[in-house]
């Protein structure tokens, strides 16, 4: 069986998608759809724009999707679909059936069952939808476009859910540390300057980081000065000084003893595989 990641486990996770198919769809309310013998065949995201629809699952759970929600259905999901509340003359939703796998070529679910999502923004997500639908659609297929698309979408996803979390109860208190943190090219505020700027004690922003991260705000920095590190030496030619010099070595041993613990590999291999 394969693994999941939730939208918030996939933010940071490097993975591959093939898109089989995406699609305007114009169900009404006599359309209905059962893959309760073979099960779905692909993942699933669908944005129900202009009707609702009921699920049920083969244990006679009932799942309510209003319109203006998305819904995501794994790959062998059996489940019976029942549309209700469609418009006449529009489209009713927008179907975008695809499957990711890891790096490894390992397929991986989102979710392992329905989930549907109603606090998501609409109106952004709905273009993506339709772009998707429309390159899939071309009589000349565009598979780099298509791919595109479902990255954009999914992208907005997961920076929905990742949101959301820092927002949430919890980690709200040292948000704008976690955006610096995350988002930061520069990476030069000391872990007792984020914490000031959250206004929080320097142990106690170090203790909700790691719980909200698995890391502590030290090791988070230098893994994030690392990707960097690996962008500078691959693909903009820089050399293992330039690249120390460029986020804050002093010393370029230093710098190289930190890039073989977080990455793997040395700056040379780094370099020799570009």
């Known amino acids: 069986m394969s693994s999941t990641t939730g939208f918030r486990g996939l933010y940071g996770k490097e993975f591959n998608v093939y898109v089989q198919n995406s699609a305007k ?42 319109r203006k929600s998305f819904v995501y259905a794994p790959k062998d999901i059996r489940y019976r679909f029942r549309c209700t509340e469609a418009e006449d003359d529009v489209y009713s939703n927008i179907i975008i059936n695809f499957v990711l796998s890891d790096t490894s070529g390992r397929e991986f679910r989102i979710y392992d069952s329905i989930k549907v999502m109603t606090d ?78 959250c206004n929080v004690s320097e142990i106690y922003f170090r203790k909700l980081f790691k719980e909200y991260s698995g890391v502590t705000p030290v090791s988070f920095k230098l893994s994030r000065k690392m990707e960097r590190a690996k962008q500078y030496l691959t693909f903009e030619g820089k ?10 070595f002093s010393e370029p041993a230093y710098f190289c003893r930190v890039f073989k613990e977080k990455t793997g590999m040395t700056p040379g291999e780094a370099m020799e595989g570009s």
């Not at 944005?47 to 999707?65: K, M, S």
């Not at 993506?128 to 996803?157: H, K, M, W």
């Open 25 to 66: 769809m114009y169900w009404n309310n006599r359309y209905k759809f059962s893959c309760l013998e073979t099960g779905k065949p692909t993942d699933m995201l669908l944005y129900l724009a202009n009707c609702a629809g009921e699920y049920e699952l083969p244990d006679g759970t009932l799942i309510y999707a209003p």
């Open 120 to 197: 998501l923004p609409v109106g952004k997500l709905e273009k993506l939808f339709l772009d998707t639908a429309a390159i899939s659609g071309q009589n000349l297929r565009f598979p780099c476009g298509l791919n595109a698309c479902i990255y954009s979408v999914l992208s907005e996803f997961c920076a929905h859910f990742h949101k959301k979390k820092i927002l949430s109860k919890k980690y709200q208190v040292i948000s704008k540390g976690i955006l610096y943190l995350e988002e930061n090219e520069e990476l030069d505020m000391s872990v007792r300057e984020i914490a000031k700027m």
């Open 239 to 248: 050399t293992v000084r330039e690249t120390a010099e460029a986020l804050g």
